[in-house]
Structure formats: structure tokens, C-alpha cells
């Protein structure tokens, strides 16, 4: 979203690179949080969408976004694909809790051999 607000390639760059940033500390703590509340059985089939997100997610932006673009403007479909992830950064906020932690999260080393 901020990127809409851009008088330069260099401020967009800046934006854009924020936001890589930003995404490149969400998987490992989504991990936690899924093998934390699925039991070992069902990971696989928690992991599996969780994956298929984000090219999904992708896919439906670039097509909405092209079209929101060209008929707008790019600073609008900017903010257009920036409006989905605020909203579930706000249910995500909102229904999910951080899992209660475990003996090899409270310092105890786990057992190479179990």
C-alpha cells in the first residue's frame, strides 16, 4: 500500500523491497503454528493449502490487479492487492493465538535419541 504513495522508481523500490522483507519471516513461525495445533496426522493436509496460498493468492492478484490497473491506474491497483492481506492480517490477529510453548522451547534439550 505504501508503494501507491511513490514519486520515484527508487521510493516504489524501496516499498517493494520492505514488504520482501517483511515476507521472508512469516513461513517458519506459520510452521509453528500449524504443526502446534494439528495433530501429526493431519500436518500434511494443514501444510498442503497453506502452500498452494500463495501461488494461488498470486495468481488471482496479478489478474485482478492487471485489470484494476488498466482501467484505474497502478497507484489504485496497488492498493487494490494490498486490501486482502490487511483484512486477514486482522482476522489472523484477531482468531489465532500463539501456541503454548513445549520443554525444548522453555530450554530443555530434546533427546536425539526418542
Not at 8 to 25: C, D, K, M, P, Q
Not at 48 to 60: C, D, K, L, N, R
Not at 83 to 105: C, D, N
Request: aromatic content about 6%; hydrophobic content about 55%.
Amino acid at each position: 500500500m505504501i508503494g501507491a504513495l511513490s514519486a520515484s522508481f527508487l521510493h516504489l523500490a524501496v516499498a517493494r523491497a520492505g514488504v520482501a522483507i517483511g515476507e521472508t519471516g512469516g513461513t517458519a513461525p506459520s510452521y509453528a503454528i500449524i504443526s502446534a495445533r494439528c495433530s501429526r496426522n493431519l500436518r500434511g493436509s494443514t501444510l498442503g493449502p497453506f502452500h498452494v496460498g500463495s501461488p494461488g493468492s498470486a495468481f488471482i492478484g496479478v489478474a485482478i490487479s492487471a485489470w484494476v490497473a488498466g482501467t484505474f491506474g497502478w497507484r489504485v491497483a496497488l492498493i487494490a492487492v494490498s486490501v486482502p492481506g490487511l483484512v486477514m492480517a486482522a482476522v489472523l490477529l484477531l482468531l489465532v493465538r500463539e501456541p503454548p510453548r513445549t520443554r525444548a522451547e522453555e530450554g530443555a534439550v530434546p533427546s536425539l535419541a526418542a
